[in-house]
C-alpha cells in the first residue's frame, strides 16, 4: 500500500515536474556517508636469492592474492555549480576518512628437503590499509524537474599503508617491511541528486577511484643476506555513499 501511494504521488507531480527544472546554479557544501571495498590485491614481484628462488618455485609465495573488504567512509563536499537549460556542469572536491584495513594471507609447509626448512610453516600476510581519501572532480548532469542525473571524474589522492610479513613458525623468526605515503590517481563515477528541502538536496553517488601502485621489497640482510623479494599492490577500490548538500 506504501509503496503504491508513493508512486501514485510521483506521478501526480510529474507534469509539474515537468514544465520546470529546478535551480542547480552556485555554490554548495555538504556531508556524506558510506561504504568502502577494497580487495588489497597483492602481486608477486622480483625477487632474488637461492633460496627465495627455491621458495618461490615451491609455491610459499603466492603469484597473486587478494580478499575484499569493506569500510565506512564518511566526510565533507564543496563544489559549484552552472546551469544552462537542462545541462548542469561543475566542479566538486571532496575529502573523506576511513577505515580501510585490508588483511590477506597465504600459508603452505615448505617441501624443501634440507632440514633446516623441511616442514617449516611458510606464513604471509599481505596489508592495505587506506586513512584519507580525497578527490577534485569534473561533473556534468542531466537536470529534470527537481531531480539531476550526472556523470564525474577527476583526481584522487589518499594516505595509504601497503605492508608485507613473513613469519616462520618453527624457527621463529617473524619480520614485515611496508610502505607508507600520499597517492595519487584518478576517480569516476555517477550519481542522482534530488531537491528536498529549500536549499537542501540528497544525492546517491558511486565512485570508483585507483590510486597509484605500491611495492614493498622484503629483506633481512642478517638472517638471510642476498634474498630480496616484491609485492606489488594494487589501491584501488569502489566507494558507495548517500549525501545531503547544502546549496548557497
Do not use: H
Not at 97 to 117: M, Q, S, Y
Not at 148 to 157: E, M, N, R, S
Amino acid at each position: 500500500m506504501f509503496v503504491r501511494t508513493m508512486a501514485v504521488a510521483m506521478l501526480a507531480c510529474t507534469p509539474a515536474l515537468a514544465q520546470q527544472t529546478a535551480d542547480w546554479s552556485g555554490g554548495f557544501v555538504g556531508v556524506s556517508a558510506g561504504a568502502l571495498r577494497s580487495t588489497g590485491a597483492a602481486s608477486l614481484g622480483d625477487y632474488e636469492g637461492a633460496l627465495l628462488e627455491l621458495d618461490v618455485s615451491n609455491g610459499l609465495f603466492p603469484e597473486d592474492i587478494d580478499d575484499a573488504d569493506v569500510a565506512g567512509i564518511g566526510g565533507l563536499t564543496f563544489g559549484w555549480n552552472r546551469q544552462n537549460g537542462t545541462l548542469v556542469t561543475g566542479v566538486e572536491i571532496d575529502f573523506s576518512l576511513t577505515g580501510l584495513d585490508v588483511e590477506n594471507g597465504f600459508a603452505k609447509r615448505d617441501p624443501n628437503p634440507d632440514p633446516i626448512f623441511n616442514g617449516v610453516n611458510t606464513i604471509t600476510g599481505y596489508g592495505t590499509e587506506l586513512d584519507t581519501l580525497a578527490t577534485a572532480r569534473l561533473k556534468a548532469g542531466y537536470a529534470s524537474g527537481e531531480t539531476l542525473f550526472y556523470v564525474t571524474g577527476g583526481l584522487a589522492a589518499g594516505r595509504v599503508k601497503n605492508s608485507f610479513s613473513l613469519e616462520l613458525t618453527e624457527l621463529g623468526y617473524a619480520s614485515d617491511w611496508s610502505a607508507s605515503d600520499t597517492r595519487f590517481g584518478y576517480v569516476v563515477g555517477a550519481g542522482i541528486e534530488r531537491k528536498v528541502s529549500g536549499r537542501f538536496s540528497a544525492k546517491v553517488e558511486v565512485l570508483g577511484y585507483d590510486l597509484s601502485d605500491a611495492t614493498v621489497r622484503a629483506s633481512d640482510p642478517v638472517v638471510f643476506p642476498g634474498q630480496t623479494i616484491d609485492y606489488s599492490f594494487d589501491n584501488s577500490g569502489v566507494v558507495a555513499r548517500i549525501g545531503l548538500n547544502y546549496g548557497f
